[in-house]
């Protein structure tokens, strides 16, 4: 084993060392049931570790992960993480969140070719594209890149809402709310950008969804 592995491992124990200290009946509650009442749909950045931004133990949150924190119609990995979440684990609320500066929301705004990863942050470029007047108003391109993270969270909180997932939970009368949040590397703040959609009512009419007929 590598020595940079063996430090994880030597770390883990530690961690679980502290956490039995604290609570020596917290992993034996964790391993009987699963019950958060929060999905988030956050960015594989490593800087960005969802749980410890909003304090909560494993179990309190159910994350997906992605680059740019994208929400694609298309993506049944997203798709099925939320489908869980939302039926399954029965969670209240989605919190979507982005952050400042993010490398992949900047790759969009760019002409640079990076690969792959390109088709993935297409979305995001047609934004930007869509804002590129709004966007030019700020003058610095951190600025810029900035205000596109926000953007981009709040189109992708749009998407989460347009899903049959989110809807069918509401016609279920299932209380669930998506929430838009932002979050500062540079200073560790959580921000919410105040776009929550928690009804049908709040969707525009041309995305909502009838509930489906029964066979």
């Known amino acids: ?3 940079d592995l063996q430090q994880l491992f030597e770390n883990n124990a530690r961690w ?36 410890e931004i909003v304090g909560m133990l494993p179990g309190d949150l159910f994350v997906h992960r992605n680059v740019a924190n994208v929400v694609l119609h298309t ?3 997203c798709l099925s993480v939320i489908q869980y979440a939302v039926d399954v684990l029965k969670v209240k609320h989605i919190l ?4 400042y500066g993010c490398g992949g929301v900047r790759a969009s705004m760019r002409d640079d070719q990076l690969g792959l990863i ?10 930007y594209y869509e804002h590129r007047d709004h966007i030019s108003t700020f003058a610095t391109e951190e600025e810029q890149v900035d205000r596109m993270c926000e953007l981009n ?7 989460v809402s347009h899903t049959s997932i989110v809807q069918n939970a509401w016609h279920r009368g299932q209380a669930l709310s998506v929430h838009g949040c932002i979050y500062g590397i540079k200073d560790g703040i959580w921000k919410d950008l105040n776009v929550t959609i928690s009804g049908p009512e709040q969707v525009p009419p041309q ?4 509930p489906q007929r029964s066979v």
Request: glycine share 4%.
């Open 1 to 3: 084993m590598s020595n």
């Open 75 to 77: 993506d049944l990995n």
């Open 153 to 159: 969270v709040i189109q992708q909180v749009a998407n």
């Open 16 to 51: 679980a060392e502290a956490i039995n200290e604290e609570d020596p009946t917290f992993f034996a509650k964790l391993a009987k049931q699963q019950t958060p009442e929060y999905l988030w749909i956050g960015c594989s950045d490593a800087r960005v570790p969802a749980n």
């Open 96 to 99: 979507v969140t982005g952050h």
């Open 207 to 210: 995305y909502r969804l009838r």
């Open 118 to 127: 390109d088709g993935w942050l297409r979305t995001i470029r047609d934004l």
